[in-house]
């Protein structure tokens, strides 16, 4: 069974600055993995999916990549609509998501 | 533009039964696979169940499989959620989504979502 994790669990990022999250399975996925934003009372938005291919609508700051095991969700210059919980999905398998980063205002 | 707008969530019992319906609009609702996503209280989301596009494969996580049942009717372009045997751990916001435009069909990652519906399972 793959498992999922993410880190940091919480990220303290000023407007303006990048971001960098990270994702792990514990075994290897191919790209077969998906980044998703989510604010409270709102359903989960997909960022990314295929490790690197931007969902339809999604800013260029957002940026994806990595392949097996190891993945990033870089966020290059944080606006103040990014402060969100993200979580990474792989879909190699039965999907499975992550157990979620917060990034919240520094 | 895609919606897909759900209902029949609410306050069940222990054991009881509840069906949760989609509405789909603003795509050929035929041509896609279709799932159920559910997130209980302050966790992440978790995969129920998806429905190819004819209705004749299904798949179910392990949570809930042989206790719901999912379904589709192409012609009122409506995706359904049948839950038996509900149990206090089935508490959550369920919601429908479609796999993203761009995706390989039967890729489980998803574009679009409903609003959420929320289950409640208590005495």
């Known amino acids: 069974e793959i498992v999922m994790t993410q880190s940091p669990a919480t990220l303290s990022v000023s407007p303006g600055e990048r971001a960098t999250l990270s994702c792990r399975a514990s075994q290897s996925v191919s790209t077969n993995l998906a980044w998703y934003q989510q604010k409270p009372g709102q359903a989960p938005r997909l960022l990314i999916y295929?490790?690197?291919t931007r969902a339809t609508g999604i800013p260029a700051r957002f940026s994806g990549s990595g392949s097996g095991t190891e993945f990033t969700l870089t966020i290059s210059s944080l606006q103040s609509e990014d402060f969100a919980l993200y979580y990474c999905?792989?879909?190699?398998?039965?999907?499975?998501f992550g157990p979620g980063t917060r990034v919240d205002i520094k | 533009e895609v919606q897909l707008v759900e209902s029949g969530g609410g306050l069940v019992q222990p054991g009881r039964s509840l069906r949760l319906s989609c509405a789909a609009s603003?795509?050929?609702?035929?041509?896609?696979?279709m799932h159920w996503v559910r997130q209980a209280p302050g966790k992440g989301p978790v995969w129920v169940s998806r429905i190819n596009s004819d209705g004749s494969s299904t798949s179910y996580a392990d949570s809930v499989r042989g206790r719901f049942t999912i379904s589709r009717d192409n012609a009122k372009n409506m995706l359904y959620l049948q839950m038996n045997s509900l149990r206090a751990e089935d508490t959550a916001v369920y919601y429908c989504?479609?796999?993203?435009?761009?995706?390989?069909?039967?890729?489980?990652?998803?574009?679009?979502w409903g609003q959420g519906i929320l289950v409640t399972v208590s005495s």
């Open positions: 603003g795509f050929t609702f035929s041509d896609h696979w």
């Open positions: 295929d490790a690197s």
């Open positions: 989504a479609r796999v993203a435009a761009g995706a390989k069909y039967y890729d489980n990652v998803w574009g679009d």
């Open positions: 999905q792989q879909y190699n398998n039965w999907p499975l």
